[in-house]
């Protein structure tokens, strides 16, 4: 079975599901158009050995996103959940 999770922090994942991580992708903005839109962000992958130890990869992924970012609106304001 294959799991996606989005978090902001490890510490508020669940032990359970960080222990079983294969790997971590952590996404940067590489570069941006004149407004803030992400156009390539920069993804450093760290994965897990045979120890169960985390190392980061020697190479990033670039993304171009430029023709995704009108799919979505980023600037939708979001209620607060109460």
Known sequence: ?????NMQSM???DSRFRDRMQ???IPQIHKQDQS??????????IT????????FLPQSYFFDVSQVL???D???ELDPLT
Do not use: C, H, R
């Open 48 to 55: 897990k050995d045979k120890w169960g130890f985390y190392n």
């Open 1 to 5: 079975m294959n799991a996606y999770l």
């Open 74 to 76: 980023t600037s939708e």
């Open 36 to 45: 803030g839109k992400p156009l390539i962000p920069e993804v450093q992958a």
């Open 23 to 25: 790997a971590i992708l």
């Open 11 to 13: 510490d508020l994942l």
């Open 70 to 72: 009108d799919l979505y």
